[in-house]
């Protein structure tokens, strides 16, 4: 079981660097749209299963009797060892972050950019009673786009795929329930 717990933390810290590889290369980021994104999400999730599918295995498999389990040197392992899941989806999509948080930072400056330079424009012809044109088109739609950003996700994954993380940290702790149920009401 620890093998194939190495195996996998192997495999996930290799492809988090090819990840972090081709995130370094110049690319165009829509920060609203982060469709292209979501396969690294799934790719993060589908490590995180490996590893709460290692811990199962363990906790199903492993000689733990009913000592164990209230010995609290097997909940200072187990407690760890339960979010390590949490740990390695989170760490897998942090260079993806990285660059969905850059871009939206990139655009909210420029859009705020255009909005300092766009507000006294405006002001200026109210002012002088002048017609300001497209003006007040413009700098609502900049604001509705400032506002878009600043609420724009920069995290890779839908609800889908955090929900099913956060069944699948529960797995360990209800197998664990679940088998001292049996040892002490079934047997």
Do not use: C
């Not at 599918?53 to 000689?63: N, R, T, W, Y």
């Not at 200072?76 to 339960?82: A, E, K, T, V």
């Not at 950019?113 to 002088?128: D, N």
């Not at 609800?159 to 047997?187: C, G, N, Q």
């Amino acid at each position: 079981m620890l093998g194939l717990l190495a195996w996998t933390a192997f495999g996930s810290i290799s492809a988090t660097r090819v990840t972090n590889a081709m995130l370094r290369l110049p690319m165009r980021v829509d920060p609203l749209d982060r469709k292209p994104f979501e396969p690294i999400g799934r790719w993060s999730l589908a490590i995180a299963l490996a590893f709460v599918g290692g811990i199962f295995l363990g906790l199903v498999l492993g000689s733990y009797g009913t000592a164990a389990l209230l010995n609290p040197r097997f909940w200072l392992l187990f407690l760890p060892l339960s979010l390590l899941p949490v740990v390695v989806f989170y760490l897998n999509m942090r260079p993806t972050h990285r660059v969905l948080s850059a871009a939206r930072d990139r655009a909210l400056g420029e859009v705020q950019r255009e909005l300092r330079r766009a507000f006294p424009a405006l002001v200026e012809h109210m002012q002088r009673g002048e017609p300001s044109g497209n003006l007040p088109f413009e700098v609502n739609a900049l604001v509705a786009y400032e506002k878009e950003l600043d609420q724009a996700s920069t995290w890779p994954y839908n609800p889908v795929i955090l929900r099913t993380l956060v069944v699948s940290v529960l797995i360990p702790s209800v197998t664990l329930l679940a088998r001292r149920v049996f040892e002490v009401y079934i047997r």
